[in-house]
């Protein structure tokens, strides 16, 4: 079955960078949409970076400081987190589909997530 396991998260000082990369397998097909998502507990969870058909969205937090990037040959999605805040901690999560729709909601595979603290 599909799965898909995040890496490449950690501690890091605020003005600090990390990269995370989301790792697919299961499947031969390239995801239509793919995206980046993180919760804090008590709190919705909400969408930081998103890819739909080699278009990029980001939510406005992020703009001008991470980048999304997709290798459909490794099948892997990537986000590159530069200037982070202490405000960007949080369980980062990568969610991918094979259908189209909004690059926001509906995702059927995700993964588990991983931590990414920033400390002022």
């Known amino acids: 079955q599909v799965q898909l396991v995040e890496s490449g998260g950690g501690s890091v000082q605020a003005g600090g960078s990390l990269r995370l990369s989301c790792a697919a397998s299961g499947t031969s097909y390239t995801f239509y949409r793919m995206g980046w998502f993180r919760q804090v507990p008590g709190r919705e969870r909400e969408g930081v970076a998103a890819?739909?058909?080699?278009?990029?969205f980001y939510d406005d937090s992020v703009k001008g400081r991470f980048t999304i990037s997709q290798d459909n040959a490794k099948k892997t999605l990537y986000l590159e987190m530069n200037s982070l805040r202490p405000e960007d901690t949080a369980m980062y999560y990568c969610?991918?589909?094979?259908?189209?729709?909004?690059?926001?909601?509906?995702?059927?595979?995700w993964g588990r997530g991983i931590q990414v603290t920033v400390s002022s």
């Open positions: 969610a991918a589909s094979f259908s189209g729709g909004s690059v926001w909601t509906g995702h059927e595979y």
């Open positions: 890819t739909r058909n080699k278009i990029t």
